[in-house]
């Protein structure tokens, strides 16, 4: 057992990490007249400023090292520096660089309320286009059952994982069609659910076969989806008899394509044939890989990560990453735009002076 003292009235005890041994100190000491309290009660009585209490809440939620190092930042003063940078700029009447850099901190409010909780990927697509094997795929084993059965997946199945350093829940839905099994209408009612509130969509297509109305439908529902062409693999090389050209009524297939190709000695240099492939039969940009073996997906977690977060901040830049934060620069940003100043310089102050509530 080891002894630290933080003082007159606080002790911190080091024991064995059993919860026995634990319960029965606390019991022990809670019996002499003690107080136990849990490390965020104790935290929140101290005297510290609120950004770095929150930090330390904050750090304790962290899911990655990514993420932990820039709420280490935020601890070790890079937010209160930008919040007092702006505060300057405001006494010194400098309105418009005040302004600057409000939007510059609110630029990066999504991604310090995603430090602590993981950003909503959801995939979608017609049933047996792989949307399991893919996310097999990127979480790197087996959680989604695969069957060359349709409509194998009827609830949502979730799973978290780190893309680049970047906390990350999957979500396999059910394969959107028409169809009569009550359980599976549930199922495609669920994957819209999650599909709306999702952060991201992947609306996943089987490019070993036609581009359909259904296909086309995603993407108009979902504008800001990205496209995922999977079973590139089926496809032998470069040259191949290309997909239908136009979307086609699911269920009705369209005549035989042409017997085109695509000669990769005629592709423009320095564009990839699959862009070619893409945009000469009128199929969406996308990303293209095989989920079976693996083929491209390194470029989707590349296109996935640019999409979740567009500007990583350099190491020491100023993130906020709580309600109470974001709530108040959106406040002193919305009093400047009316040319309260003095409210913007309280809603600023606050963030540097406030009262911090305990986390649940």
């Known amino acids: 057992m080891v002894l630290r003292c ?6 911190e005890i080091h024991c064995h990490g059993g919860q026995a041994a634990v ?19 104790w935290l929140a009585g101290k005297p510290a400023e609120p950004i770095a209490k929150e930090a330390i809440f904050s750090l304790a939620d962290a899911l990655t090292e ?7 930042d935020q601890l070790h003063g890079a937010l209160a520096a930008a919040v ?9 009447e400098e309105t418009s660089l005040a302004g600057e850099q409000l939007a510059a901190l609110l630029d990066r409010a999504a991604l310090g309320k995603h430090l602590t909780t993981p950003w909503q990927v959801v995939l979608v697509g017609r049933p047996n286009v792989g949307k399991s094997s893919l996310l097999n795929a990127l979480l790197g084993y087996s959680r989604a059952i695969v069957h060359p ?3 194998t997946t ?14 990350v829940q999957l979500v396999d839905t059910a394969g959107w069609r028409q169809s009569a099994d009550p359980l599976e209408q ?7 659910q999650q599909a709306q509130q999702a952060d991201l969509v992947l609306v996943v ?4 076969q036609p581009w359909t109305e259904t296909d086309a439908a995603f993407c108009r529902a979902f504008p800001g989806a990205l496209v995922v062409y999977n079973k590139c693999d089926l496809l032998c090389s470069p040259a191949q008899t290309a997909p239908s050209a136009a979307p086609v009524t699911e269920g009705a297939p369209t005549s035989e394509p042409p017997e085109a190709s695509v000669d990769v000695s005629e592709t423009t240099p320095g564009v990839p044939w699959e862009e070619i492939y893409v945009h000469r039969w009128a199929r969406p940009p996308g990303v293209w890989l095989s989920a079976l073996t693996g083929q491209g997906l390194p470029r989707l977690i590349q296109a996935i990560v640019r999409r979740l977060v567009p500007d990583p901040p350099p190491p020491g830049s100023a993130v906020p990453f709580t309600d109470r934060q974001i709530q108040l620069l959106r406040a002193a940003r919305l009093a400047l735009r009316r040319h309260d100043f003095a409210a913007a310089t309280d809603a600023l102050q606050t963030i540097l002076s406030g009262s911090v509530s305990l986390p649940g």
């Open 186 to 192: 549930a199922g495609i009612r669920l994957a819209c």
């Open 84 to 92: 007092r940078e702006i505060l300057h700029a405001l006494e010194s």
């Open 23 to 41: 319960g029965r100190i606390q019991s022990v000491l809670a019996q002499s007249g003690c107080q136990v309290r849990d490390w965020k009660t």
């Open 66 to 72: 990514r993420t932990a190092a820039i709420l280490l």
């Open 6 to 11: 933080f003082g007159p009235q606080a002790v």
């Open 205 to 208: 297509a089987d490019l070993s």
């Open 149 to 151: 059965q349709p409509g």
């Open 154 to 167: 009827r609830d949502v199945v979730t799973a978290a994982t780190a893309l680049d350093g970047w906390p």
